[in-house]
């Protein structure tokens, strides 16, 4: 609070920039009295108060998809929901609903943010960890080869790990 911001408006949109970089983007609403809010301006707040979540406007004004997994899972935890907003703005929208569809076939009923956080670092390894260097991924496999033929176990040919 107290702080200046430069507002650029355009025919469709409002950018908000404080110190030079952009803080907020808003879709320009031309009725009276209408309100364009993100929900992720608000989680400091809403964790001081996370009752007041059920019924804010900044949810009712979210994305279709936001909305459905807080009625679907968070609910009753609206904490562990304000976690998991403040980690959508961490790594982005598309990365949480991913892990989220990916959970969602393993276990419809039982979804929590911790687990989204674990599928999501979870698939950031394994990434870095099969993007290594080709050299490394044939020794790998052929000592994974050796050791199987040690202990007279088939040799299945892994090229990556499987991903949730």
């Not at 599928?119 to 390894?125: A, D, K, L, P, Q």
């Amino acid at each position: 609070m107290g702080h200046f911001v430069t507002v650029i408006i355009y025919t469709d949109r409002i950018e908000c920039f404080y110190d030079n970089k952009k803080v907020a983007t808003h879709a320009k609403k031309y009725g009276n009295h209408e309100w364009s809010l993100c929900i992720s301006h608000y989680t400091k707040t809403l964790t001081r108060k996370p009752g007041a979540l059920r019924q804010s406007l900044a949810l009712k004004q979210s994305d279709q998809r936001l909305k459905k997994i807080y009625n679907s899972y968070y609910t009753e935890n609206p904490k562990d929901f304000i976690a998991l907003l403040e980690y959508i703005s961490e790594v982005g929208e598309e990365k949480v609903y991913d892990a989220i569809h990916a959970l969602q076939k393993l276990s419809p009923l039982d979804l929590s943010t911790d687990k989204i956080k674990l599928i999501c670092e979870r698939n950031t390894v394994a990434q870095e960890t099969c993007s290594g260097d080709p050299k490394i991924i044939d020794i790998s496999n052929e000592n994974i080869k050796r050791i199987n033929e040690i202990f007279g176990i088939q040799s299945t040919h892994y090229q990556k790990e499987a991903i949730l």
